[in-house]
């Protein structure tokens, strides 16, 4: 909710200064610029996002395993590995999403 609110506060307001900004015969590009640059911070700052909640994840349910006395061995590295891949997949889709554009 709240990064919904800051982003319909901050967007229209960024957008604007872009706009004022640039010379008319350059609205196109100065709109095409603004609106990729904004969706790479936003893809850039979710995968980061992401990382840190599987580290933690990670971190946690080893924990928990091995308080419960459970064997944790190989866990780490399947969820680490998993999530690597996941990553690494959506990272060439996007590449290859973007080379087309």
Known sequence: MLLGLGMGLAVPATR????????????????VTMNALRQTGTSMGLALMGRLMIRQT????????????LVATGYRAAMA?????????????????????
């Open 58 to 69: 990670i971190r946690r349910m080893s924990q928990a395993l091995q308080q419960a006395g």
């Open 16 to 31: 604007m200064a872009v706009m004022n900004a640039a010379p008319p015969e350059q609205a196109c590009i100065a709109s």
């Open 81 to 101: 590995s998993g999530f690597a891949l996941a990553m690494a997949t959506t990272g060439l889709v996007s590449l290859a999403v973007a080379a087309t554009l």
